[in-house]
């Protein structure tokens, strides 16, 4: 007669008690398991499609229309953000400056990680210059080359303050950032137009000296008279 140790160290019974004990959990987890592996494949393929769409529409686009129509109808994906430097470019081909930066600020605050980033921005300093807005334009040149330093974009921005900073006669600041081309940027193809505008700016004025570094040519100085010698006392007899 098998006693109660050898029955439950039975591992077939084991499974049967446990299953019977167990099987509605098993089941329910079984079943989400399959049911977001069936929804994850689902949303990939949906995702996939759907991208697939947007290309297509995006390279059948060619109106301001059209490019609005991928941005409506495919919102936060990758032809969408494409279609807005698309479309901003086409307004400012057709002098709508104010237009292209509107669409351009949607583009930056809806993919402010975007590897264009500085593309987008550089398209609103060039859109508020032909606004006349110079010194608006100046900032965000500025503030690129700033915050973007690593930028391809990043010296062509800080090459455009130049001929601002020249408008102002600040030829001080355009001298250095002249020299920052040239030493940090040296491998850009911006170099040679850095040089050219360095060597273009008035002559730095002469720095005053001070005090200390002022030289004094005065006469040369006297030697120091040496004391007259002492009479030997006289030899006394």
């Avoid at 911006?190 to 004025?205: G, Y």
Wanted: charged letters at 20%.
């Amino acid at each position: 007669m098998a006693t109660v140790s050898q029955i439950t160290a039975d591992p077939a019974l084991e499974t049967h008690l446990f299953w019977d004990q167990y099987k509605t959990t098993i089941i329910a987890v079984v079943a989400i398991l399959v049911l977001g592996a069936l929804g994850y494949v689902g949303f990939q393929l949906y995702t996939t499609r759907r991208a697939a769409d947007a290309t297509t529409l995006l390279a059948a686009a060619k109106s301001a229309q059209d490019y609005q129509q991928v941005i409506d109808r495919y919102p936060g994906s990758e032809p969408a953000a494409s279609a807005y430097l698309l479309l901003a470019a086409q307004q400012r081909a057709t002098r709508d400056s104010t237009g292209a930066n509107t669409t351009l600020h949607k583009f930056i605050d809806q993919y402010p990680k975007h590897e264009l980033i500085t593309t987008a921005w550089m398209g609103v300093a060039a859109n508020l210059e032909s606004l006349g807005k110079n010194d608006e334009a100046l900032s965000t040149y500025q503030r690129l080359a700033t915050e973007y330093p690593q930028s391809f974009n990043a010296p062509l921005a800080m090459l455009a303050e130049v001929p601002f900073l020249k408008a102002k006669s600040r030829f001080d600041e355009a001298r250095r950032v002249c020299e920052t081309l040239l030493t940090q940027y040296r491998d850009s193809i911006v170099s040679n137009e850095a040089m050219r505008e360095l060597t273009s700016l008035p002559q730095a004025a002469p720095t005053a000296k001070t005090p200390a570094q002022v030289t004094v040519h005065a006469e040369p100085p006297i030697p120091m008279a040496r004391p007259e010698e002492t009479a030997a006392p006289a030899a006394t007899p």
